[in-house]
């Protein structure tokens, strides 16, 4: 089972970026996105359940949309209007058959490395 995170780059404030997720080796209930900055914890970023079922960041609402491609098994994050406190280490995740904790990184069993966003001032 693997989660494979592309997309991440160099940014302008103000600029936008769409991070893929494709997984492979097993389907997800959920996927989505943290993020994580040197000497923080991870952070919730947004999840999708499929179709409008989808849960976010307070920080993210209204810029950032997940999404899902059923037949690719890939999941995707367009973030617009990005802001420098964006800047981190961006986390795909999975997971299945757990109906609580959304937000909580410790529920995600299947995490992807890592791709890197860095938004400029």
């Known amino acids: 089972v693997q989660l494979q995170a592309s997309g991440g780059g160099l940014v302008q404030t103000g600029g936008s970026l769409r991070l893929a997720c494709a997984a492979s080796g097993r389907t997800f209930r959920e996927m989505g996105w943290f993020r994580q900055t040197p000497g923080k914890e991870r952070e919730f970023v947004a999840v999708?359940?499929?179709?409008?079922?989808?849960y976010y960041a307070e920080s993210v609402k209204g810029r950032f949309t997940i999404s899902r491609d059923n037949a690719k098994n890939t999941a995707y994050l367009q973030m617009n209007s990005l802001k420098p406190e964006d800047t981190a280490v961006y986390y795909c995740?999975?997971?299945?058959?757990?109906?609580?904790?959304?937000?909580?990184?410790?529920?995600?069993?299947?995490w992807g490395l890592g791709t890197l966003v860095t938004v400029s001032s």
């Open positions: 995740v999975g997971r299945n058959g757990i109906l609580t904790g959304i937000m909580d990184a410790t529920t995600y069993h299947y």
């Open positions: 999708s359940r499929g179709g409008s079922n989808t």
